[in-house]
């Protein structure tokens, strides 16, 4: 069973916290974990939780980037933390627990203000995508949401525009994937449409999905209480108004 999980902020005790939900609650034993973004990759974050505290994840977790990591030294910290985690680049296929899923990390509609350089999702980046051969790819996982799935914008962020990332559509015509998972809106979100389910997930503490080896998806709604700190409580600030 895989687990697939909305945005984390550096929220790391919460994939574990999810993952004992999930096999405790669900009835399911969990193989691994895809994290859909933002995931945290920062340089005192990863020190605190997998050095100071040596926690570690119950779990094998994948995560494609999303528009909140350290992208000044990102790949330098991918690598070394691989041992803890694995980071799922743009463009790559990957084989997870049997299936093969296209990562695009990156993001169109955001905050400008906490969105670095880097985190952008470029042209250069849906042609990495598309040189995959069609028929090698089952689902897609994203942080961004295609654009014209009737995803909402976030109340105060109308400014920018419709949710969606340019030649998203290019992906589903190319591959036409039996599902795409995203999270980056915080909003539990489903459409189908012309044989794609499209599923969005809030951030990681709001709950999870799970995905069988037969591709049938399950939501669950399970809250995590929080003890957040800095840049975090800023930004759920924002989004409470």
């Not at 945005?7 to 895809?34: K, L």
């Not at 952008?120 to 942080?143: A, G």
């Not at 080896?213 to 759920?236: A, F, I, T």
Request: aromatic share 14%.
């Amino acid at each position: 069973m895989l687990l697939i999980i909305g945005d984390v902020h550096g929220q790391f005790q919460v994939i574990n916290e999810q993952i004992m939900h999930a096999e405790t609650h669900c009835g399911c034993h969990v193989d691994a974990v895809i994290v859909l973004g933002d995931m945290g990759i920062f340089v005192d974050t990863l020190r605190r939780f997998f050095v100071d505290a040596k926690q570690r994840f119950m779990r094998p977790v994948y995560f494609v980037d999303g528009n909140h990591e350290e992208f000044s030294c990102f790949e330098s910290l991918t690598e070394e933390y691989r041992e803890f985690f694995t980071w799922l680049p743009r463009g790559r296929v990957t084989e997870i627990c049997g299936r093969r899923f296209l990562s695009l990390g990156g993001a169109c509609y955001m905050d400008a203000l906490n969105s670095p350089c880097g985190s952008e999702i470029l042209d250069h980046d849906i042609d990495l995508c598309l040189r995959n051969p069609s028929d090698t790819v089952d689902m897609i996982v994203t942080h961004d949401c295609p654009a014209g799935i009737g995803v909402p914008g976030t109340p105060g962020f109308e400014f920018y525009g419709t949710p969606g990332f340019a030649r998203s559509q290019e992906l589903v015509a190319h591959f036409r994937p039996c599902r795409w998972f995203f999270g980056h809106h915080h909003r539990w979100f489903h459409a189908s449409i012309a044989g794609t389910d499209f599923h969005g997930l809030p951030e990681s503490w709001k709950g999870f999905g799970l995905l069988d080896e037969n591709m049938n998806y399950q939501r669950v709604e399970n809250s995590v209480r929080l003890k957040p700190d800095g840049w975090l409580r800023r930004l759920l600030r924002f989004f409470a108004g």
